[in-house]
């Protein structure tokens, strides 16, 4: 059965060009009302013009149409160009028929220029609108590949950054308990062991998030839903941090949470992390749990959900850049110095997402702020 999209599509380009209905308005709006005024002042001069003469003002006129309204005005205004050059000043007058060849050849070649310059001036208008999309297209690429410059300036800065700063440390660390004329002090030796394991920590910190962030460039995250208990998850997650600065208040009799096990475990990491970074010396961070209806839009069989909460004591971020955090290698506070490539809350969204669950900043009372995790319960 023979398709008709294609020859539709082609009507509907002529009839609607490239051009605004605005412009086209205006187009039918001046073959309309132009050309009965031009034919009146013809009119007033006919015995001192010749029919190629008159001719040559309507085809200035179709191009005049033409130019402003596109293809569409242009072919009607030719079309009565043609009527009213033959009606009024092609012997005999006031018909449709013409006496005489070399008249009828000026109509015919008249005809034939109007719908050429019709068509050509449609054409010059999608060219310069091609031309100009083309423009912009460049224009919106260049900004792009700059952006990823920029991008990957930043990245290199505090990639190169955090890696250098632990591995100097370690460095520093290892050379001075390698002095061997040096006699260190046992709280010294246990300080710089100490400065050893912290800056390796770090180090695994940085390495690991880099990679997180590849795999979710990538596509390679699959999330493995299983039922587990958070409370246990969070203990595995909180074991990196000092115990003094994060209170966990998570109940083990909470509903089994549907998750990838090690994709939350991530996930609560890079929270606590980024919490702890920011909370101020003698407050502690808080991680609370909950069970919660499930949302409004959830599937019918959603029985419930588990909140954990995130709490610090920090300076809280405004509700307007709360968007920002979640952008990889973004830095709200660039006065922090420590292992903060910027990438644990791009993570955390990514990984949370990859589970079908939600996270969501908000204020913490009294100041700071606070990451809810939403994750559906097992058994829906």
Request: proline share 6%; hydrophobic share 50%; glycine share 6%.
């Amino acid at each position: 059965m023979p398709s008709w999209s294609v020859p539709r599509a082609v009507a509907r380009s002529i009839v609607r060009g490239d051009v605004t209905r605005a412009r086209r308005v205006t187009g039918f709006c001046l073959a309309v009302a132009g050309l009965p005024l031009v034919t009146v002042l013809l009119l007033t001069a006919s015995e001192q013009l010749a029919l190629g003469s008159v001719l040559l003002v309507y085809l200035l006129g179709v191009v005049v149409v033409s130019a402003v309204g596109g293809l569409l005005p242009g072919l009607v205004s030719a079309a009565v160009s043609f009527a009213l050059a033959n009606w009024f000043f092609t012997p005999p007058f006031h018909t449709l028929t013409v006496d005489g060849r070399d008249a009828l050849v000026e109509l015919v070649v008249f005809a034939g220029v109007a719908l050429v310059v019709a068509a050509t001036v449609e054409i010059a208008a999608r060219d310069r609108l091609r031309y100009q999309r083309d423009l912009d297209e460049h224009e919106a690429r260049a900004r792009e590949l700059a952006g990823e410059d920029r991008a990957r300036a930043a990245l290199r800065a505090s990639v190169g950054h955090d890696l250098r700063t632990p591995l100097a440390s370690t460095k520093a660390a290892v050379s001075s308990l390698r002095q061997s004329d040096v006699a260190w002090p046992e709280p010294v030796r246990a300080q710089l062991l100490a400065t050893i394991e912290d800056s390796t920590d770090r180090l695994t910190r940085v390495v690991a998030n880099l990679l997180d962030m590849t795999r979710l460039r990538s596509d390679a995250v699959t999330a493995r839903l299983t039922p587990v208990a958070l409370d246990e998850v969070v203990s595995r997650a909180v074991l990196t941090e000092h115990r003094a600065s994060v209170a966990v208040l998570v109940a083990d009799d909470l509903p089994l949470v549907l998750v990838d096990p090690g994709l939350l475990e991530r996930v609560v990491e890079n929270l606590v992390e980024n919490a702890v970074r920011f909370t101020p010396a003698g407050e502690r961070v808080e991680l609370h749990a909950a069970s919660v209806p499930a949302p409004d839009d959830a599937p019918e069989d959603a029985a419930s959900w588990v909140e954990l909460r995130v709490v610090d004591r920090g300076p809280g971020i405004a509700p307007e850049r709360w968007a920002q955090v979640f952008t990889a290698f973004q830095r709200l506070d660039d006065r922090d110095s420590g292992s903060h490539v910027g990438l644990g809350l791009a993570i955390a969204q990514g990984f949370t997402e990859a589970m079908g669950a939600e996270i969501t900043p908000s204020r913490t009372p009294g100041g700071g702020l606070t990451m809810t995790l939403r994750l559906p319960a097992a058994g829906r």
